[in-house]
C-alpha cells in the first residue's frame, strides 16, 4: 500500500502566515497614513480658524 503524506495541515500553516504577514504590513500602513492624515487635518484646522 502507498503511503500518501497530509499535506493540509502544512498548507493551513501556510496560509495562517501569510495573512498575519499581510495583517502586520496593513497596521504598519495604518499608522503611517494615520500620522499623515491626523497632521493634514490639524493644519487644515489651524489655516481654517486662524
Do not use: C, D, H, N
Not at 35 to 47: E, N
Amino acid at each position: 500500500m502507498l503511503y500518501l503524506p497530509r499535506e493540509e495541515g502544512q498548507g493551513l500553516v501556510e496560509y495562517a502566515l501569510i495573512l498575519v504577514l499581510i495583517a502586520i504590513i496593513v497596521i504598519v500602513i495604518l499608522r503611517v497614513l494615520g500620522q499623515k492624515v491626523s497632521t493634514t487635518f490639524s493644519q487644515i484646522s489651524s489655516g481654517l480658524g486662524g
